[in-house]
């Protein structure tokens, strides 16, 4: 019960968060999501900011945790990917976080309290990931000859770095900024589904 719990929290953990970010987006007044983090659809006094975090952030990173204790709890593909599963636990703990301490107007570098913990904690649930996606591919080829998941978790991490090599040579006041952390969010996402569809058509 719980392995099929974790799966699927995957795969409806990445459509939820992208279709909130898509709806949220388009019901902000003069939100422009080339030039605007996600996180200023959350921001303090954003106009959907509770349900942003409450329906978006957090329960996404709460599916992140779940597919991540999967690994832990089974050991899906091998032994090895146990560690990829706690790196998802940590990054999905980190969106959590994130969500419970928005950004303040404009997500700026520094700001209050709640916005340094927004950082850091944003920060590391992408390195995590990163990493995640990474290692999870890597031990199940090399744990139990699943080609899949590699396959799945290079072309994820392509996207995830490419995008973040963007966004820090772009610098917080490009105005593409938006785009470029899109990109990795849906490199994220669409690993999380791919991978977490994967899981439920071989538990089969």
């Not at 966004?167 to 990795?184: E, W």
């Amino acid at each position: 019960m719980f392995a099929s719990v974790s799966r699927w929290s995957a795969v409806l953990g990445a459509v939820l968060f992208v279709a909130m970010i898509i709806v949220i987006g388009e019901l902000t007044p003069g939100y422009d999501p080339k030039g605007q983090f996600v996180s200023e659809l959350a921001a303090i006094n954003a106009p959907y900011a509770e349900i942003m975090n409450l329906a978006g952030i957090i329960p996404f990173g709460a599916a992140i945790i779940l597919f991540g204790l999967g690994f832990l709890v089974r050991a899906h593909y091998g032994s090895l990917t146990v560690l990829g599963g706690a790196l998802l636990v940590l990054a999905g703990a980190g969106f959590v976080a994130a969500g419970l301490h928005p950004c303040d107007a404009g997500c700026p570098f520094e700001g209050s309290r709640s916005q340094a913990i927004h950082n850091w904690t944003a920060f590391s649930a992408f390195i995590l990931a990163f990493f995640g996606a990474i290692w999870i591919g890597v031990s199940a080829l090399w744990s139990a000859r699943r080609v899949v998941p590699l396959v799945a978790g290079l072309l994820a991490a392509t996207g995830m770095g490419l995008s973040f090599r963007l966004m820090g040579a772009g610098g917080l006041d490009h105005p593409l900024i938006g785009l470029y952390q899109r990109g990795f969010l849906l490199s994220l996402c669409l690993w999380l589904i791919a991978l977490g569809v994967y899981s439920i058509r071989t538990s089969r």
